[in-house]
Nanobody
Framework: QVQLVESGGGLVQAGGSLRLSCAAS????????MGWFRQAPGKEREFVAG????????YYADSVKGRFTISRDNAKDTVYLQMNSLKPGDTAVYYC????????????????WGQGTQVTVSS
């Protein structure tokens, strides 16, 4: 059973930075597609960044390109999301997900989800 545990959320001022972590179990981060998604109140869950299932390609939503960076440490089975130049529009609950999917940006294709971590960016 795959388990994902996010951490690192919090309150930050606009322009600040946060690093989210997603601790996985069972060599998950190196054998599954791994994605970060977020959901703001009243909005649908949206793709933020991810690693493809095959190879080492990384993918980003246009809204975070150049500001967010996804990385992973296979030895720790952990995926990170470094978020810089944060904006109030980045406020959301951030979720880590894992799945054997080629549709990396589609939340419906991921099988496993963490509990989420709140990120709040004040203006």
């Amino acid at each position: 059973q795959v388990q994902l545990v996010e951490s690192g959320g919090g309150l930050v001022q606009a322009g600040g930075s946060l690093r989210l972590s997603c601790a996985a179990s069972g060599r998950t981060s190196s054998t599954y597609a791994m994605g970060w998604f977020r959901q703001a109140p009243g909005k649908e869950r949206e793709f933020v960044a991810g690693f493809g299932w095959i190879g080492t390609s990384t993918y980003y939503a246009d809204s975070v390109k150049g500001r967010f960076t996804i990385s992973r440490d296979n030895a720790k089975d952990t995926v990170y999301l470094q978020m810089n130049s944060l904006k109030p529009g980045d406020t959301a609950v951030y979720y880590c997900a894992a799945g054997k999917t080629l549709a990396y940006a589609s939340a419906d294709t991921y099988n496993y989800w963490g509990q989420g971590t709140q990120v709040t960016v004040s203006s």
